[in-house]
């Protein structure tokens, strides 16, 4: 985490104690859902810059966290961490059978992008964390339903999915793995993903530190003359 020295990090299945760094502050999620110890939560948000929790926006605060974020060169940035529902998991007694758990925990958090986005019409908005489904032309994980409905909510609310497709840095570099933790970013003038990687910059996940690749994205602004 040193060595990639992002300014913001969203974090899912982590603890309140791991921080990229002394100068971070955080947002985080609420207790979990499930079974945990002390600490644990499904999703945080780190930023190196003032951070304002904006947990009255999110609808489930066991699983999501939202916090926005001032920084000096973008300006207001607006944080959503989720995780959704992986094949299997119910969600609030919804079964995973036909991607229902999938559908309705998208659906509410939907909700909670638009009304964010209602709120802070000039911010950049981004919302990340654990999809629990793959974005590239190959199945890799996920299933062809839930897929649909996410793309759907993300272009809906006029964003876009830097992580998908050959923006895919774990397919590009350690295939034959994918995705399935994302990063997406309101589509706005003057906003550009300058590039994309995972890490650590090995073949596979080291699954002594997590079964996940992390992943990053640097922005930049783009100078038009």
């Known amino acids: 985490m040193s060595d990639i020295a992002a300014d913001i990090w969203i974090l ?5 104690q791991i921080p ?7 947002v985080t999620s609420e ?7 002390p600490g644990e939560r499904w999703t945080a948000i780190w930023s190196r810059f003032h951070l304002e929790p904006l947990s009255s926006f999110v609808s489930d605060n066991q699983r999501c966290t939202a916090a926005k974020i001032s920084h000096p060169d973008f300006g207001e940035i607006v944080v959503y961490a989720m995780v959704l529902p ?9 079964p995973s059978r036909g991607g229902a758990a999938f559908a309705a925990a998208l659906a509410a958090y939907q909700c909670d992008w638009e009304q964010l986005q209602k709120a802070f019409p000039d911010a950049i908005h981004i919302v990340a964390g ?12 996920g299933s062809n339903r839930n897929r649909q ?22 397919a590009r570099d350690s295939s034959p793995n994918a995705c399935i933790d994302h ?3 309101s589509k706005q003038p003057g906003l550009d993903v300058y590039s994309s990687q995972r890490w650590p910059d090995l073949p596979k996940q080291d699954k ?18």
Not at 149 to 170: Q, S, Y
Request: net charge negative; hydrophobic share 35%; with cysteine.
């Open 12 to 16: 899912t299945e982590t603890h309140q």
């Open 20 to 26: 990229p760094g002394e100068e971070f502050s955080s």
């Open 31 to 37: 207790d979990p859902d499930r079974e945990s110890k």
């Open 86 to 94: 992986w094949g299997g998991s119910t969600w609030r007694g919804i």
């Open 130 to 141: 654990d999809f629990n489904q793959s974005l590239v032309s190959r199945h890799y994980y």
């Open 149 to 170: 409905v996410l793309e759907i909510a993300i272009d809906t609310c006029n964003m876009m999915t830097v992580t998908a497709g050959e923006n895919d840095p774990v």
């Open 183 to 185: 990063i997406c970013i």
């Open 208 to 225: 002594r530190l997590s079964d996940h690749f992390g992943v990053v994205v640097e922005l930049a602004t783009i100078t038009r003359s």
